[in-house]
């Protein structure tokens, strides 16, 4: 008997909603963690389908797959029940069983499994095996909802509620506040109750006018906020043979001047000031004081000679108000609790690498062949842990540190192992969602005010000026967020109806 695959298949269709699901954040297994060969949901949701079920009625069950082959019927359960019946009673009533060896992100397997099949998974990249064993065994294992029972005053309230989604917010939240204990002092909040966001550093290097041998600041395009009402930009002035900074804001077609790095001196802003043009392109460097251009190969030189350094240029807030992002420039006081992040950082690194016979910060070689990665672009990167500035390292090991401490404590709790594991397996998760979101191949999104993170583009590019996020704030790229976007896949997978497998 044909299969409904041999004979048909609405491609048009499918592509449409597989290319509307690339939007689809929210309880999407794409923000558990990257896979950059994850099918999307519904291309292999109605693969399965119509691989399975015969060409018989077919335009009937074309219509039927149109409308299972979309995101938000996932977890219709009628639709998804009337597919699973479908698939089963067209195998002669047996639970089919289907073995995807090169499972990867995960997509197949999980159609699978919401289809009705009992489903296997393999992939020989541990990353993909933790990425399978978050999406398919424990949400399935240790993740159903159960019917819990709460004394509320006088009367016991009964509700649903999934033990490991309230195990993951939990321990989540311990290691937030554990994390924050210790280094939430590296990251103050301003004195008019502002929290920063973020950082933004400027890489540097010397102009190589022997005349004048100035600080360059490294600097795509000077924009902070370019929305269609909100224009907000840095601004370069020369000022003592030196570059300094403005915070300068678009009214009409005036720049009206914010805030001056130097005290008491306010640059008059041309009218025609672009910030889209910023001090380097394609590696070619600009020095602002002299006005002479460092080639490429220079700067590429400068980097690998350990001549470049950074410059913190300006702080992304949040304002207690509700009022959306705002800017100031960098400070003394920012840059002094930066070094003290430093110093601390060299303490506690020394103290994990001895309790864990490794070096807490990355040291594995990177790639210095590869053009895809900065690695190997001859800037004298070679190691993976040179993609994060001291205080975003010291955020990192202090989070993963956490996260081995909370398995510690849930073992001492009296968890089970297995379950702990299933549970320290999102934290962990959220620790490598830390990374993409902070590391020193993140920008700002001036459009959006949104951190971009790491995994944008397909390749590590050279990024000249980056943000470094709070992981403690309340916005864009923090720890909280992260864990808001893992609970909501917990929330979507756990409501998966289980699979009866068979003898
Ligand atoms: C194209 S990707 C699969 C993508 C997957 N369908 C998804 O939706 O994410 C191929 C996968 O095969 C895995 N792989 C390659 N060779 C393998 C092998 N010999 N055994 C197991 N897995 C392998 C790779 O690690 C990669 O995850
Ligand atoms: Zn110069």
Redesign the pocket.
Known sequence: MKRFIEELLPIKEISEESAREKNIRHGHISTLHI?????PLIA?RATVYSALVSAENIEEKKKFLLKIAKWETSLNKELIEKAREEIKKESGGRVLRVL?????????PLECLRLGLETHA????PV?VLILKCVLEYPQKYGRPQKVVEQKGFYKEEKQESPLIKDVQRWGEWVLESAKKEIGRFYPTDEDGSIPVGYLWARTIPCQNPLCGAEIPLIRQFWLAKKEKKKISLYPFVYNKRVEFAIVKKEGNQWKVLESSVEGFEPKVPENFDPEKGTVARAKAVCLVCGSTIEDDDVRRLFREGKASQRMTAVVLSTQKGEGKSYRLATEKDLEFYRLAEEYLEEKRKKLWEEWGIDPVPDEEMNTKDPNTVAGRGYGFTKWGDLFNSRQKLALITFTEKVRLAYKKMLEEGYDKDYAKAVVSYLGLGVNRLADYNSMQCVWHVSKELVAHTFGRQALQMVWDYIEVNPFSKATGNWADSFGYLLGVLSHLTQIPPVEAEE
């Open positions: 896979w950059w060969a994850r099918r292999s995807d060896p090169f499972s990867g992100g995960g997509s197949i393999i992939d020989y990249n993909a």
